[in-house]
Each structure stands twice: as structure tokens, then as C-alpha cells.
């Protein structure tokens, strides 16, 4: 069984993309274990109660500095037997502890073809801006292992969206969006039947 913790910060439309999938068995031998946000507020934290899960507010302001904080997320995932996380709409730096207790366990989706237009302060609208900026004329959704650095992590998988003339940062991302509530699923499936690998450690 694949215990899988959920971060995100937001609304949580890909944990309700991963959930549904989970619920209707299309990935295979795993389930939610734990659903945690900074925000106390985040709309994941309340679709996640709704189905009753477990579901948690954690935030570094809650601590006095960031290795209490590290410590206090790891006591957590163990507590809920966690074996792998999965960062939907996560919008703060997970702490190095954590990203090393879970090296090669733990996956971000990206809204772009990464490694275009990714790394720190690449998040949200931002990403949409610099495609259009760029005259891109395809853009898309990354699901990639996390490492110490932002965006950098071996890609799962990739799936392209065109970017079409008259195009607004807006609208290319929600044409993203709606390919990201398909592609993470479809990697979280991918992974709990061992068809990718774990990276290596370096």
C-alpha cells in the first residue's frame, strides 16, 4: 500500500483530481493518509474533512525556526505512516530535512514543460506570463521528484497544451490546470505500480 501525504496551500482542485482517482481505485494499492496545509483556511484542508481524512494545519510561523518546523512535518508523516508526499498547490519551500527523509518519495506538478520556465519565484500566474512572453507556442504540465532546488527533480511525466493566438495568462492557465487534474493521477498511478524508478542519490 502506498501511503501518500497531500501538501497544497490553496483550493486543492489536484487533490481533488488525485482523491477521486484513489477513491475510484484507478491508482492501484494506494491511499491518502494525511492532507496538510500552511493555510489554515486552504479549501484542500476542507475537501479533505469532508471525506474525513486526516487533515492538518502546519506552518513555519507556528515555529520558532525552520528545523523545529522540519521536525514537527516529519513527526507527522510518521505519525500517518507516510511513504510518499505529493506537493498540489504546496507554495512554500519544504524544509532540506524533509526533501532529504524523502528523497525519491516525493513528487511536485509543475505548470509548465519543465525545465522551461521553472525554478524559485516561477509559481501561479507568473509561470503563464513568461510562456506568453517567451512566444511559446506549446506550454503544458510537469510532474517531477523533488530535490533541494526548485523545479529541478528527474520528470515523472510531461503532458503539452497549445498555446493558442489571443491567449491571456489566465486563459492558458486554466487550460493547464485542466491537464494537470489528468496528469497527476496518471503519474501517482505510474508510481504505485513501480513503473518509474526511484531517482538515484547523488
Do not use: C
Not at 497544451?161 to 495568462?169: E, Q, S
Amino acid at each position: 500500500m502506498l501511503n501518500i501525504a497531500v501538501f497544497g496551500s490553496g483550493a486543492g482542485s489536484n487533490f481533488q483530481a488525485i482523491l477521486a482517482a484513489v477513491q475510484q481505485g484507478d491508482i492501484p494499492g494506494a491511499r491518502i493518509a494525511l492532507v496538510v496545509s500552511n493555510n489554515s483556511g486552504a479549501g484542500i484542508l476542507g475537501i479533505a474533512r469532508a471525506s474525513g481524512l486526516p487533515a492538518i494545519h502546519l506552518s513555519q510561523q507556528q515555529f520558532p525556526d525552520e528545523r523545529s518546523f522540519a521536525r514537527a512535518v516529519l513527526a507527522a508523516l510518521d505519525a500517518h505512516g507516510t511513504d510518499f508526499v505529493v506537493l498540489a498547490g504546496y507554495m512554500k519551500r519544504v524544509p532540506p530535512e524533509v526533501v532529504a527523509a524523502y528523497r525519491g518519495r516525493m513528487v511536485n506538478i509543475h505548470p509548465a514543460l519543465l525545465p522551461r520556465h521553472g525554478g524559485e519565484g516561477m509559481y501561479g500566474m507568473r509561470v503563464h506570463e513568461a510562456v506568453l512572453r517567451a512566444g511559446d507556442t506549446v506550454s503544458g504540465a510537469t510532474v517531477h521528484y523533488v530535490d533541494e532546488q526548485y523545479d529541478h527533480g528527474a520528470v515523472v511525466l510531461q503532458r503539452t497544451v497549445p498555446v493558442l493566438p489571443g491567449d491571456t495568462p489566465a486563459s492558458l492557465a486554466a487550460r493547464v490546470l485542466e491537464t494537470e487534474h489528468a496528469l497527476y493521477p496518471e503519474a501517482l498511478r505510474m508510481i504505485a505500480r513501480e513503473r518509474i524508478p526511484e531517482p538515484k542519490r547523488t
